[in-house]
């Protein structure tokens, strides 16, 4: 079974533009949610997408945002991106097992903002 | 709110030592709480969780960890590590909505032989 992928593996933008990350879940999980991590603020919650609605939110400013597709693979955006934007942005996705429910990581993507 | 606390920014042990990876949390109802572990360019991989029942929780690789209300505290342990333990652990609490997460700000362990 393929676990959680996300693409690219490595960005490098400039400040100002926008940026597109992509995610495909494990194979029949519908939930997917998106987290940022950077060596000053660690793991943040970025957002939980679900049958394509969004169900969760962080605290995250407006250009942030997200969507999620009917074949369960989402993406997040950033637009008019900043250097603090640096970071590794990971993907999880879950099953809908309420009583064995866990998250599954992906590799994740590191963006540089120049 | 809720909220994470690690302790321990960095932690070294001998290998073939016990291992005690502290983890302290604040939470209103009952937590759900999570072990997590990301070598050096990699994602998070869980090693144990705890939603209910048994305080004392069995994981993968060897760790437990076990849950004290009263402390509020979530501690992994390992009797024995290995070298390639050597990477850094993330405690992690979550609500109803199991996806949304907040974690600790994590501590690397370095392994010494």
């Known amino acids: 079974k393929a676990g959680v992928t996300q693409t690219p593996r490595y960005l490098i933008k400039t400040r100002g533009q926008q940026v597109t990350l992509s995610c495909s879940p494990i194979s029949g999980h519908r939930s997917v949610s998106w987290y940022q991590q950077t060596p000053g603020q660690g793991l943040q919650f970025l957002f939980e997408?679900?049958?394509?609605?969004?169900?969760n939110k962080g605290n995250f400013p407006g250009r942030f945002s997200g969507r999620q597709f009917s074949n369960s693979r989402s993406e997040m955006n950033v637009s008019t991106l900043e250097l603090g934007d640096s970071a590794l942005y990971l993907c999880a996705s879950s099953g809908t097992d309420p009583t064995n429910e866990k998250l599954f990581f992906g590799s994740g993507t590191q963006l540089s903002v120049l | 709110a809720q909220s994470v606390t690690q302790p321990d920014i960095h932690i070294t042990v001998s290998e073939g030592a016990s291992l005690e990876l502290r983890c302290n949390y604040s939470?209103?109802?009952?937590?759900?709480l999570f072990w997590y572990v990301q070598s050096p360019g990699q994602g998070l991989q869980l090693l144990l969780k705890?939603?209910?029942?048994?305080?004392l929780v069995q994981g993968i690789k060897g760790f437990e960890a076990e849950f004290k209300r009263s402390q509020s505290s979530f501690n992994l342990r390992k009797p024995s590590v290995h070298w390639s333990d050597a990477a850094e652990y993330f405690c992690a609490v979550g609500d109803m909505y199991r996806n949304k997460l907040v974690f600790g700000a994590g501590t690397i362990l370095r392994v010494k032989s």
């Open positions: 939470y209103g109802a009952t937590p759900y």
């Open positions: 705890y939603f209910s029942g048994d305080t």
């Open positions: 997408y679900f049958s394509e609605t969004q169900r």
